[in-house]
């Protein structure tokens, strides 16, 4: 069921769903989309967030030698990019990392749909913004908040009026899609090449400073180590040199070869052992890189004729 909701009625949500849980929201703060605790829908910006917020799931460091709390948390206007990513990531580590899973099971999504494109942005290439799995799912038009919810969470849309248009969602997918177009894939994961000049073009300007990797809400990997306050895992990225380095040597000494170990392990790994790619079309990679390597020349790039 969808419902219609005006903005009281969002307040009025966020204050019924605060009864339970910590409420966080994306924020403007000096320039920058944050997600911070909020206490009012007032202060809820529906612009795509400058990082993902994905450490919501996967702090940025933590000691693993204890034992995962149980917080709950309700966090509002992550973009359908951001929760795709989520679901992807479920695939490798639900019920695996029991840090990421405790807080999937205590944390409630409530994702804005975006009406129009974001800069870059390559969401249609994935489906678009209208998700099919989602805690609760939002889509502002005019003065109206369309809302529908995962049976779990149906219960904090009780006593709000349902829409007349049951379509709603369904139409709004069509028409971004159709408006936008997509870059199509065109079974990346078979055309790729392995000795691609892309790879060595994209090292030669490429810094590695990992800001892809950090600021993409699919990308998952840790390290871990101990130090005086106990073992830790801490978000990793597979374009820093380190990254391979054992006691044996490093499997991939080159930053060509960790450029594509990237692009290969979200278009053709992933996509070979669980069936997706691992990658939303969300563009963040693209704008936090600074040396503007953009992921959808690895996608149009015309590897036949190398
Ligand atoms: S566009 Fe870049 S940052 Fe976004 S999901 Fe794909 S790889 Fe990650
Ligand atoms: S953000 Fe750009 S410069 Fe930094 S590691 Fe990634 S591709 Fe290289």
Not at 13 to 28: A, C, H, P, R, T
Not at 163 to 187: C, M, P, T, W
Not at 282 to 297: A, H, M, S
Request: a negative charge; one cysteine or more.
């Amino acid at each position: 069921m969808i419902y219609e909701l005006t903005e009281k009625d969002m307040e009025r949500l966020l204050q019924k769903i605060g009864e339970e849980y910590d409420v966080f929201g994306s924020k403007e703060e000096l320039g920058e989309v944050v997600f911070s605790k909020i206490s009012s829908f007032s202060e809820v910006s529906e612009k795509k967030s400058s990082y993902s917020p994905k450490d919501f799931l996967i702090k940025r460091s933590e000691n693993i030698l204890e034992i995962p709390r149980v917080e709950k948390k309700a966090v509002f206007g992550v973009k359908s990019c951001d929760l795709r990513g989520f679901y992807l990531m479920d695939l490798q580590i639900l019920n695996k990392d029991p840090f990421y899973t405790v807080r999937r099971q205590n944390t409630l999504f409530i994702n804005f749909v975006c009406t129009e494109k974001c800069p870059g942005g390559f969401c249609t290439s994935f489906g678009g913004p209208v998700l099919d799995d989602y805690d609760i799912q939002v889509l502002h038009i005019g003065q109206s908040y369309f809302v529908e919810a995962d049976p779990r969470y149906e219960g904090y849309l009780a006593g709000f009026r349902p829409a007349l248009d049951q379509d709603v969602f369904v139409k709004h997918s069509e028409e971004f899609n159709r408006k936008y177009g997509k870059i199509e894939l065109n079974g990346i994961e078979k055309r790729m090449k392995w000795s691609s000049k892309l790879w060595t073009e994209f090292a030669n300007y490429c810094i590695s400073c990992g800001a892809c990797n950090y600021s993409c809400p699919t990308c998952y990997c840790i390290d871990v180590y101990d130090d005086e306050t106990g073992r830790k895992k801490e978000w990793d990225s597979c374009i820093l040199e380190g990254f391979t380095r054992t006691a044996a040597g490093n499997v991939r000494p080159d930053l060509s070869d960790r450029l594509r170990q990237r692009f290969y392990h979200k278009f053709k790994y992933y996509k070979l052992s669980k069936g997706e790619y691992l990658c939303t079309g969300c563009n963040r990679c693209v704008d936090d890189c600074p040396v503007d390597i953009d992921i959808k020349e690895v996608i149009t790039h015309d590897y036949d004729k190398e």
